[in-house]
């Protein structure tokens, strides 16, 4: 049986979501062809110090160290249980002994299928501003619109602050729904992409929502059927 390791905490909603959206879709798999699932925790804060610092190598090292640990305890491919995280893919496939599943590709794949060519997209400084994630979409076509620089810079912190240490508001609900609106009122889009685990129960649907959360399990669960099947 396969088993899917999830490089978790980062934060730990998200990888509640994660989890539940997972444990969802293989639930409708025959009991015995059901893989099993690994959760290793990194810390929020020491993720987020660390990619504050801008240097690559360290970061690298904290997640290829959960990596290892999931690979020790019998994962046959991994998930990161987050987005930005994935501005270090390419370094971290280099040197993990797991193969990982690529949320990026997961939600290109489901916005094509969408028919989707003007997305917005909330998330991260770096996942706005930096071309892991935006410039992915846009090399499959794809046109992406992303915040004003001051509220790229709000949605950050309250990521990397209030979000990461406590509960959701009612005002953190009203703050990231005027930074969509005002993403909607300057372009035509047809859907917005909420490339952040921690941002989706924040915002009210007014256009179709991409969740990069439920692509990436999809295509984990495939990769997960692949591997048994195989």
């Known amino acids: 049986m396969a088993t899917i390791g999830v490089v978790g905490g980062l934060g730990p909603e998200g990888t509640v979501h ?3 959206k997972l444990t969802e879709r293989l639930r409708a798999l025959p009991h ?55 501005k270090f893919l390419a370094a971290l496939r280099q040197a993990s002994p797991l193969p990982i599943v690529d949320l990026v590709e997961a939600t290109q794949r489901d916005i094509l299928r969408a028919r989707h060519r003007r997305v917005g997209m909330i998330g991260t400084r770096a996942t706005l501003t930096e071309p892991f994630f935006k410039g992915g979409l846009e ?3 794809i046109e992406v619109t992303v915040p004003a620089t001051r509220e790229i810079e709000f949605l950050d912190e309250l990521i990397f602050g209030a979000l990461a240490s406590g509960p959701k508001t009612p005002a953190m609900s009203r703050d990231v729904q005027r930074i969509v609106t005002n993403m909607v009122a300057k372009a035509r889009l047809d859907a ?5 685990t921690d941002l989706m129960e924040l915002v009210e649907p007014v256009l179709p929502l991409v969740d990069p959360v439920a692509s990436h399990v999809a295509l984990a669960v495939e990769s997960a059927s692949s591997n048994l099947n195989g």
């Open 192 to 196: 917005i992409v909420v490339a952040c």
């Open 139 to 141: 090399r499959a076509g």
């Open 32 to 86: 015995d062809g059901r893989p099993g699932l690994l959760v290793d925790h990194v810390w929020m804060d020491r993720f987020a110090s660390l990619l504050r610092s801008g240097v690559e190598a360290p970061v690298v090292s904290l997640l290829g160290d959960s990596l290892l640990r999931l690979h020790r305890g019998g994962a046959d491919f991994a998930v990161i249980a987050a987005v930005t995280p994935h």
């Open 18 to 20: 994660y989890y539940l």
